[in-house]
């Protein structure tokens, strides 16, 4: 896209000034995804109903496109207690290690089949490509649905070709770059937010927050294990020495952590989470009912 005329190009401007400039690039970009929202809706659906069943996510882009797939893909074990194996990165060319991401790679087609073929039947692809046309992200869409398996598809204009192979088409139409053709600055931006408001809703559906708090996370350092502590106090009103207690129990599961804390024995509170499908409010309610 060529950049308007409206002023002087960024380069031409005082670094304050193209600071500015830039900020409300990323403004706009952000505010561009909320016409995306029933696209984003019908995407968490997927997501949520992929993973409930055990399968995974599989998120295929090249450059910049591919390291918003990698940042959210990476931090859903964490915050959501996800199988590492639930989460796939196809990044063309593979994720870069050493900072070196030649474009060559989105135009190799090679990978598509292999990529699709490693997918199981409860799988699904979430498939990006800023201008919507990248070769690389239509050659892994179109493998993905020949093995009649779902495509979620993203691309920052409408009416791209990559949607043809969607079953979910989310159009993000952004603003000419203040930096012609570099789609780190606002394409990305609305990719990162776009993406995070997917699998964070789909977390929410799965029952993986709780009052807001992160209750299925996974507590595997010092810093998160403190969280941990906190969410099973705030939860229950016990004292955090009940609440580190209750999590050594558990091995620390802080769902279950939860449950243990407000005195239930560890082997009930397992079985009352498989049997409110691992969501902690009925589970909380059940419990109240049966102590009144």
Not at 9 to 38: C, K, N, Q, W, Y
Not at 161 to 169: G, H, S, T
Request: hydrophobic content about 50%.
């Amino acid at each position: 896209m060529k950049q308007t005329r409206d002023r002087a190009p960024i380069d031409a401007l005082p670094g304050a000034d193209a600071l500015s400039v830039m900020l409300a690039s990323h403004i706009a970009a952000t505010e561009a995804v909320r016409g995306a929202l029933p696209a984003l809706a019908a995407a968490a659906d997927l997501v949520a109903g992929t993973l409930s069943k055990g399968g995974a996510l599989t998120y295929a882009a090249a450059g910049s496109s591919g390291l918003m797939a990698l940042s959210d893909a990476s931090e859903l074990a964490g915050t959501f207690g996800l199988k590492p194996a639930q989460t796939r990165i196809a990044m063309a060319g593979g994720v870069p290690i050493d900072a070196d991401m030649p474009g060559d790679t989105e135009d190799d087609t090679g990978a598509a089949d292999r990529i699709a073929a490693a997918m199981a039947p409860h799988d699904l692809a979430i498939v990006i490509s800023a201008s919507g046309t990248t070769p690389y992200a239509l050659a892994v869409a179109r493998a993905v649905r020949a093995r009649n398996l779902p495509v979620i598809a993203m691309a920052n204009v409408a009416a791209a070709p990559l949607f043809d192979l969607a079953d979910v088409a989310i159009a993000i139409p952004t603003a000419p770059e203040v930096v012609e053709g570099s789609t780190r600055l606002g394409a990305g931006t609305a990719q990162k937010v776009a993406l995070n408001m997917i699998t964070t809703l789909a977390g929410i559906q799965l029952g993986h927050v709780h009052d807001g708090l992160m209750v299925n996370l996974r507590p595997d350092n010092i810093k998160l294990r403190a969280r941990a502590a906190a969410i099973v106090t705030r939860i229950t009103g016990v004292s955090p020495a009940i609440a580190e207690q209750a999590l050594e129990t558990t091995g620390y599961d802080t769902k279950t952590a939860v449950l243990v804390a407000t005195g239930a024995e560890l082997a009930e509170a397992r079985q009352l989470l498989a049997d409110h499908d691992n969501r902690l409010r009925p589970c909380l309610e059940r419990r109240a009912a049966s102590t009144n």
